[in-house]
T-cell receptor
Framework: GQNIDQPTEMTATEGAIVQINCTYQ??????LFWYQQHAGEAPTFLSY??LDGLEEKGRFSSFLSRSKGYSYLLLKELQMKDSASYLC??????????WGAGTKLIIKP | IAGITQAPTSQILAAGRRMTLRCTQD?????MYWYRQDLGLGLRLIHY???????GKGEVPDGYSVSRANTDDFPLTLASAVPSQTSVYFC????????????FGPGTRLTVL
């Protein structure tokens, strides 16, 4: 079957580092996406991984291990504006996205 | 306009009424999608279209229909709304090359009473 698991909620401190994990089971896996969604707004694209390894983009990095069905999103130097939900989505062989329920990240000063 | 627009922003609807949610993109993307987002659940695909003139069913298509007469527009119709269709509806689009990243419209918040 198709399944995505990520923690429901995480809390971190401003200026710190946080890692949000995502595990997936996807037929014909074809890529892993991370999106950010602020409350009441649309999801916005953060990163895409299709090969194993780490992709770095400023304060945000995303890692993929295809053999383990595992990804993480790493956020460094946390800012209050990073308080949001982070959505993990895997793409299947039909190029459709299967979405996790999202991880709500709470940043405390 | 730039990107994807959706209308209306929000709507309260009586059960049994017909409703069309509008979605327009100006990025010349081939593929378009309709999702619903409910608290505690991931985005769920309702219908999609890989190119103008074609549509397909997603995970939760029952009670919804779509059309794709041209590249830019992808309306979603609820023929006879029911309370379980209360949700936030997002339209998205993507190209058909490279990462095929999906870009989202601002959403429509629909309440069916």
């Amino acid at each position: 079957g198709q399944n995505i698991d990520q923690p429901t909620e995480m809390t971190a401190t401003e200026g710190a580092i946080v890692q949000i994990n995502c595990t997936y089971q996807t037929s014909g896996f074809n890529g892993l996406f991370w999106y950010q969604q602020h409350a009441g707004e649309a999801p916005t694209f953060l990163s895409y991984n299709v090969l194993d390894g780490l992709e770095e983009k400023g304060r945000f990095s995303s890692f993929l291990s295809r053999s383990k069905g595992y990804s993480y999103l790493l956020l460094k130097e946390l800012q209050m504006k990073d308080s949001a939900s982070y959505l993990c989505a895997s793409r299947d062989s039909n190029y459709q996205l299967i979405w996790g329920a999202g991880t709500k990240l709470i940043i405390k000063p | 306009i730039a990107g994807i627009t959706q209308a209306p922003t929000s709507q309260i609807l009586a059960a049994g009424r017909r409703m069309t949610l509008r979605c327009t993109q100006d990025m010349r993307h081939n593929a378009m999608y309709w999702y619903r987002q409910d608290l505690g659940l991931g985005l769920r695909l309702i219908h999609y279209s890989n190119t103008a003139g074609t549509t397909g069913k997603g995970e939760v298509p029952d009670g919804y229909s779509v059309s794709r007469a041209n590249t830019d527009d992808f309306p979603l119709t609820l023929a006879s709304a029911v309370p379980s269709q209360t949700s936030v509806y997002f339209c998205a689009s993507s190209g058909l090359a490279g990462s095929n990243t999906q870009y989202f419209g601002p959403g429509t918040r629909l309440t069916v009473l």
